[in-house]
């Protein structure tokens, strides 16, 4: 299992990556693995502030369906369009070219409540 030290993790499996006032997210490799070939994802939030902890879309495996929980309160500013045609990239690439959306955070202080790479791999292994 894949977990870079530079991002940050959170209990349902989604990392963070931040890129000044902007965070980048998606779901772990962990994740990716547990759930199988994903097929779909949808994100319907685009433009939307949630808060924390907030549902902003779901992904589809093959046999199931999951959540995707915001890791930190902010507006949603882009979706990896990438993914409607090839959703399968989260598998691949799960922590590059398989990031699921852009959030312009509004509370960075949320950051601190996040896991660290270490706290991550305790929570998996």
């Not at 499996?13 to 199988?36: C, K, M, N, P, Y």
Request: charged share 25%; hydrophobic share 40%.
């Amino acid at each position: 299992m894949n977990f870079p030290a530079e991002l940050k993790y959170t209990k349902e499996h989604e990392w963070v990556r931040v890129e000044g006032d902007v965070a980048v997210v998606g779901i772990t490799d962990f994740a990716q693995s547990e759930l199988g070939d994903i097929v779909y994802v949808e994100v319907e939030t685009v433009g939307e502030t949630l808060g924390q902890n907030e549902v902003f879309g779901t992904v589809e495996a093959v046999k199931t369906v999951s959540d995707l929980y915001l890791p930190l309160s902010g507006e949603i500013v882009a979706f990896n369009d990438a993914l409607e045609a090839e959703p399968e990239v989260i598998n691949g690439d799960p922590y590059g070219k398989g990031w699921i959306v852009k959030v312009r955070m509004s509370n960075t202080a949320e950051l601190d409540g996040l896991m660290s790479e270490a706290d991550y791999k305790a929570l998996v292994s």
